[in-house]
């Protein structure tokens, strides 16, 4: 078992900036995929980002504003998330698969999942 952990979100303005990290338990993180999803009221789970050992690929909707990366040596994956929107405001997860080419867009391709963290963009 994984256990996943998100931190760092909070209020923050339009036009602001911020970091989230995701600490995932395990001692072979550095072969895991590592995923951003989000979700708002009344709306799917989403894809934002994603690394692994096939690079990093981004929802249409934050290339360019977002930037995912990681620490193996810390077990911590981030989510730097600049020029913020209303419409970034959400509940954000993390997810992990334990292979290096493992998973994709789809919610349900992920097996573990941390609680979430939620990022509130104010206009």
């Known amino acids: 078992q994984v256990q996943v952990a998100e931190s760092g979100g909070g209020l923050v303005q339009a036009g602001g900036s911020l970091r989230l990290s995701c600490e995932a338990s395990?001692?072979?993180?550095?072969?895991?995929?590592l995923a951003w999803f989000r979700q708002a009221p009344g709306k799917e789970r989403e894809f934002v980002a994603r690394?692994?050992?096939?690079?990093?690929y981004y929802a249409d909707s934050v290339q360019g504003r977002f930037t995912i990366s990681r620490d193996n040596a810390e077990n911590t994956v981030f989510l730097q998330m600049n020029n913020l929107k209303p419409e970034d405001t959400a509940v954000y997860y993390c997810?992990?698969?334990?292979?290096?080419?493992?998973?994709?867009?789809?919610?349900?391709?992920?097996?573990?999942w941390g609680q979430g963290t939620q990022v509130t963009v104010s206009s």
């Open positions: 395990g001692r072979t993180f550095r072969n895991y995929s």
């Open positions: 690394i692994n050992w096939s690079g990093k």
């Open positions: 997810a992990a698969n334990r292979g290096p080419y493992s998973g994709g867009s789809g919610y349900t391709q992920w097996d573990y």
